[in-house]
């Protein structure tokens, strides 16, 4: 037990140096109007350089991510049938899809995933 603890503590003071180095070792950045402006060959800008994108497509974006992340959390339940007992694997089966579908109705009762 103690040396868990003499691992984590010094784990923790080698991180806490080399943020501190890091930190004071970083090139400074001069906050200037031309630094932080795009380069348009020396010339002005003559537009802001940011766009601005649909937050709805940023949300569909996001819950895509979700799902995509859930579903190769599901893959791998197949391949352990043969592993693990039925019963165990068909109720740890069913609550994770039952949880994906209870997120699904959610986002879908909110209107998330109209696009309009």
Do not use: H
């Not at 109007?33 to 060959?41: L, T, W």
């Not at 800008?45 to 992340?69: E, H, M, Q, T």
């Not at 959390?73 to 694997?89: G, K, Q, R």
């Amino acid at each position: 037990m103690f040396t868990v603890l003499l691992i984590a503590i010094i784990t923790l003071i080698i991180s806490y140096v080399v943020l501190t180095l890091a930190t004071l070792l970083s090139k400074k950045t001069i906050l200037d109007r031309e630094k932080n402006s795009p380069y348009e060959c020396g010339f002005d800008p003559k537009g802001s350089a940011r766009l601005p994108f649909s937050l709805r497509f940023f949300l569909i974006a996001i819950i895509f991510l979700i799902f995509d992340v859930e579903i190769t959390l599901l893959l791998p339940v197949a391949s352990t049938l043969s592993l693990t007992n039925i019963f165990s694997w068909f109720f740890t089966s069913l609550v994770f899809l039952f949880i994906l579908l209870l997120g699904l109705y959610y986002e879908w009762s909110q209107s998330a995933l109209e696009w309009s």
